[in-house]
Nanobody, 113 residues
Framework: QVQLVESGGGLVQSGGSLRLSCAAS????????MGWYRQAPGKQRELVAG???????NYADSVKGRFTISRDNAKNTMYLQMDSLKPEDTAVYYC???????WGQGTQVTVSS
């Protein structure tokens, strides 16, 4: 069964850092673009960062310079390094793959002020 599993969320103080991981089962994911999305209470899900199979990246303006997306295709894993976290980054973070339009189950990130 192909699936995406996120990990690494938690509670952190403003200014702190977290690293999210998204482990993909199966080897096909390496050929497809992937991304991190987030959804805060009462808001729509939004793209945080994306990465192509070749490693090109793009970021939402709100996280540029603070978040870094990366992937290790040998490990079928994608990462999101989040630095200088702000309370407005609080949300459930989801990973997504263009392969079968798969979504992970989400991981909660809470940033306290």
């Amino acid at each position: 069964q192909v699936q995406l599993v996120e990990s690494g969320g938690g509670l952190v103080q403003s200014g702190g850092s977290l690293r999210l991981s998204c482990a993909a089962s199966g080897s096909m994911f390496r050929f497809y673009a992937m991304g991190w999305y987030r959804q805060a209470p009462g808001k729509q899900r939004e793209l945080v960062a994306g990465i192509t199979s070749g490693g090109r990246t793009n970021y939402a303006d709100s996280v540029k310079g603070r978040f870094t997306i990366s992937r290790d295709n040998a490990k079928n894993t994608m990462y999101l390094q989040m630095d200088s976290l702000k309370p407005e980054d609080t949300a459930v973070y989801y990973c997504h793959s263009d392969y079968k339009e798969l979504w992970g189950q989400g991981t909660q990130v809470t940033v306290s002020s």
